[in-house]
């Protein structure tokens, strides 16, 4: 292909490819295919296809772009060359320490800099750099092991939490879709900046246990513009984190705030942290209240698609995290109950659980992994739990489950 050619070539997440588009290849992130040869997208179909194959960005040549009548080459189904879990450079176990180490600095950090704010001071964005920079460096060493610490909450931390949270989720997720890495360096140092504007909200309406009055509603929603407003001082920042600060609680249908933006005026980066910033939000244990377990989060999520969410980003999301997102909580039918410790791709209702506890003797066990989808084990997970169920302490046995 000629120089010219490749410049005109243009990256595009799959929820974006439409039946006309001339497609010149395709990528999966995690999985590996090999297309035979280029072509165009015929109809809707061709494009559930590739959805249904675990394509989640394509190169697409928009000056090739047809009207689907007169399409004369169509593009061939990809053909799997190989499909495996994408392997971790390192095991959980010796990144876990790290993640942990990083995890609390960056707390740290967040809380460092929402009273810079609050102090009238500009952040330090070489700093919040290199922390979100280690987020991924974490990230791509091995995802489960951050992935774990999102899920640990303290109640009255969840500002800070929060927004770690999201940056770690945007992280593994933008990874998943098959961004090159400085992009998903700029996507985790958006999503950790992306609230940064509710520390000038008055605490009495930030914290409030109950339903917000319309007032009081309008001035929550104003943290956007503050928040905008407060990295206008730090112009070295990019578009792509400026629109996700911008654009968080916007939603497809024009419901959202604060332009009320609709469909394609939301950017796909926006489209992502409406999406992970939705799911963070309604898993997060709150004073007032507690946070739901991930399956329910996620169904709210497709309730609430196409006119909330992007759908397709959505399933691609589920996909990513899995069924049940490692560091979750679940009691196995034997009684046995632990921590999901690794996912299974192929038979995702089956993953690692490290468990330690049993609900029938009322008492720790030894720990012990099990990898639910070999046949020797006849256990599956029956549901996930909360540790005030049983009255465990979470924090001691994740510690002793992945850390010490």
Do not use: W
């Amino acid at each position: 292909m000629t120089e010219k050619g490749q410049a005109s070539q243009q990256d595009i997440s799959i929820n974006k490819l439409k039946p006309g588009m001339y497609v010149v290849s395709v990528s999966t992130g995690n999985n590996k295919l090999n297309v035979k040869s280029e072509g165009y997208i015929l109809d809707d179909e061709g494009v559930n296809k590739l959805v249904k194959l675990g394509v989640n960005r394509v190169s697409v040549d928009p000056a090739r772009e047809k009207q689907t009548g007169n399409i004369d080459k169509v593009m061939p189904e990809p053909v799997i060359d190989e499909l495996h879990d994408e392997v971790s450079k390192v095991s959980l176990e010796h990144e876990m320490k790290q993640a942990s180490r990083l995890y609390n600095n960056a707390k740290e950090l967040q809380q460092k800099m929402l009273s810079s704010i609050t102090e009238g001071r500009v952040i330090d964005l070489v700093e919040v750099q290199a922390s979100t920079n280690a987020i991924v460096d974490s990230i791509f060493r091995n995802k489960d092991a951050l992935s774990c610490m999102s899920r640990l909450r303290i109640k009255d931390e969840y500002l800070v939490e929060h927004s770690l949270n999201v940056s770690i989720l945007m992280t593994i997720f933008s990874k998943h879709l098959g961004f090159d890495r400085p992009r998903i360096e700029d996507l985790a140092l958006g999503a950790f900046l992306h609230d940064i504007g509710k520390v000038l909200v008055p605490d009495e309406i930030l914290n409030k246990p109950g339903k917000f009055t319309q007032v009081e509603y309008e001035v929550m929603q104003e943290h956007v513009l503050l928040g905008l407003r407060v990295l206008e001082e730090t112009p070295e920042l990019s578009e792509v984190v400026i629109s996700m600060v911008r654009e968080h609680h916007e939603r497809i249908d024009g419901t959202g705030y604060p332009y009320e933006l609709e469909g394609d005026e939301i950017s796909e980066y926006g489209l992502m942290i409406a999406i992970i910033d939705s799911y963070d939000a309604m898993t997060a244990e709150r004073v007032y209240k507690p946070g739901m377990h991930p399956i329910k989060a996620f169904k709210n999520l497709i309730k609430d698609s196409p006119a909330c969410y992007d759908e397709a980003l959505v399933e691609q999301f589920i996909q990513c995290l899995g069924v049940y997102p490692v560091g979750t909580l679940v009691c196995l039918n034997s009684g046995k109950i632990g921590l999901i410790s690794k996912l299974n791709k192929s038979k995702p209702l089956t993953p690692c659980v490290r468990v330690f506890y049993n609900t029938r003797l009322k008492q720790a066990v030894a720990m012990e992994e099990i990898d639910l989808s070999q046949s020797k084990y006849k256990d599956q997970i029956d549901r996930c739990i909360k540790p005030e169920e049983f009255n465990l302490n979470l924090v001691s046995f994740f510690k002793a489950a992945f850390i010490d």
